[in-house]
Nanobody, 120 residues
Framework: QVQLVESGGGLVQPGGSLRLSCAAS????????LAWYRQAPGKQRELVAT???????NYADFVKGRFTISRDNAKRTVSLQMNSLKPADAAVYCC??????????????WGQGTQVIVSS
């Protein structure tokens, strides 16, 4: 089994910053791509950012220049630094991992999410 646990969400004022983290644990052989998704109430889940094992990144247009995704392969973590937050960024943020477990793969795993609220 593989578990992904997010942390770092909370309430922030518009223009503020938050740093989300996601830690993977369990029967992991290796982790390929990592990603952050978000889902706001009444909206579809949308991709925010991705990072390959080698560190190549991609961002949704609506976060380019404001968010930065990073990973630590040794610690099996992925982070999302979010700056200049807007009310429209409020959502539940989930991490996603493409994992080779000790029983095979790759398999797709999701965390349970962390809530981000942007409000004055």
């Amino acid at each position: 089994q593989v578990q992904l646990v997010e942390s770092g969400g909370g309430l922030v004022q518009p223009g503020g910053s938050l740093r989300l983290s996601c830690a993977a644990s369990g029967s992991i052989f290796s982790i390929n791509d990592l990603a952050w998704y978000r889902q706001a109430p009444g909206k579809q889940r949308e991709l925010v950012a991705t990072i390959t094992r080698g560190g190549s990144t991609n961002y949704a247009d609506f976060v380019k220049g404001r968010f930065t995704i990073s990973r630590d392969n040794a610690k099996r973590t992925v982070s999302l630094q979010m700056n200049s937050l807007k009310p429209a960024d409020a959502a539940v943020y989930c991490c996603n991992a493409d994992v080779y477990s000790t029983s095979g793969g790759p398999y797709d795993y999701w965390g349970q999410g962390t809530q981000v609220i942007v409000s004055s």
